[in-house]
């Protein structure tokens, strides 16, 4: 049974990085993302941290040597490929790409109108992580 969720989405991305501070700096100027919530460990850094947009979130962290954290493989590690992709509803998706791709984001896929409605584009973070932005909204009912 899904869990009672009024607040957001309840399915939350999470990601590691080698540096999460810089990460959570770069998410939120080139991507708009907000600080929720960062929580450091005994030696600075980031243990656990809760990023918003709009009514999703990600959460993050850095990269640990321990039982959950072996279960992670960094882009860095693997060719620079990734095996998963967030999806980020966003409203004017020309604006955003403009902005990440000032930033300095990897742009994977440029920006273009797409067939299904709605326009997108993908790009890279610093540390290689693939994310999709677009503007079509699965959860509105289609024409």
Known sequence: MPASNTHGSSIIPCLRYHDAHAAIEWLC????FTRNVVYENDDGGVEHAQLTFGNGMVMLG???NNEFGRHFAQPNEIGGRETQCPC???ADCKAHYLQAKAA???IVDEYSEKEYGGAGYSCHDPEGHL?????????????
């Open 29 to 32: 100027k080139a991507f708009g």
């Open 62 to 64: 850095e990269v640990q």
């Open 88 to 90: 980020v509803i966003v």
């Open 104 to 106: 300095g984001a990897v």
């Open 131 to 143: 994310w999709y932005f677009g503007s079509y909204d699965p959860w509105q009912p289609t024409e």
